[in-house]
T-cell receptor, first 115, second 113 residues
Framework: GAVVSQHPSRVICKSGTSVKIECRSL??????MFWYRQFPKQSLMLMAT?????????EQGVEKDKFLINHASLTLSTLTVTSAHPEDSSFYIC???????????FGNGTRLTVT | DQQVKQNSPSLSVQEGRISILNCDYT??????FLWYKKYPAEGPTFLIS?????DKNEDGRFTVFLNKSAKHLSLHIVPSQPGDSAVYFC????????????FGKGTLLTVNP
């Protein structure tokens, strides 16, 4: 069964508004979660690493003020796309490891459409 | 610069035959490789992995081969089943499985009944 839950699965918003995406680890604690983005026909690109209780680490080229990440508990990380623009329309996916050397488990993703 | 390349965007195979999905990488420092399967509107699901100290790892119908000198890995599925139809992503990491993954663009596998 799923070990990482992501919500919502699909969201449509107007340009200029903010959208929050939640990522929860189920039945395990995740001190680190990862946020990926996938544009059509492109690979999954790591946006940032979310660390529980501390600031997220952003990949080069990802605006931290635009993509706000909060990892307030060991089972929840949120990604807020602020002042969304049509070019932010994408598939956003979070992931986490159950522990140790286990592979990344992904949520089902969120399809964001900004009109 | 695409460090992990899956040059075939799609592959079509008959049920019962072998599916071979290929992946090339450019960074010789990658030391851990994974394959993920993704159905539409779902997140990727881990399939199989291999460390750079090995050249083969097998799990049921799935086998991953690694050729470090050629910077090439492949995923073999045999026998292929219609339920295997999905997008397959190759991914690589530096410093073992605990580090961030670099993904290829994926290959859409279609297994025809």
């Amino acid at each position: 069964g799923a070990v990482v839950s992501q919500h919502p699965s699909r969201v449509i918003c107007k340009s200029g508004t903010s959208v929050k995406i939640e990522c929860r680890s189920l039945d395990f604690q995740a001190t680190t979660m990862f946020w990926y983005r996938q544009f059509p026909k492109q690979s999954l690109m790591l946006m940032a690493t979310s660390n529980e209780g501390s600031k997220a680490t952003y990949e080069q080229g990802v605006e931290k003020d635009k993509f706000l990440i909060n990892h307030a508990s060991l089972t929840l990380s949120t990604l807020t796309v602020t002042s969304a623009h049509p070019e932010d329309s994408s598939f956003y996916i979070c992931s986490a490891r159950i522990g140790g050397n286990s592979p990344l488990h992904f949520g089902n993703g969120t399809r964001l459409t900004v009109t | 610069d695409q460090q992990v390349k899956q040059n075939s965007p799609s592959l079509s195979v008959q049920e019962g035959r072998i599916s071979i999905l290929n992946c090339d990488y450019t960074n010789s420092m990658f030391d851990y490789f994974l394959w993920y399967k993704k159905y539409p509107a779902e997140g990727p699901t881990f399939l199989i992995s291999i460390s750079s100290i090995k050249d083969k790892n097998e799990d049921g119908r799935f086998t991953v081969f690694l050729n470090k000198s050629a910077k090439h890995l492949s995923l073999h599925i045999v026998p292929s089943q219609p339920g295997d139809s999905a997008v397959y992503f190759c991914a690589a990491s530096l410093g073992g499985s605990n580090y961030k993954l670099t993904f290829g663009k994926g290959t859409l596998l279609t297994v025809n009944p």
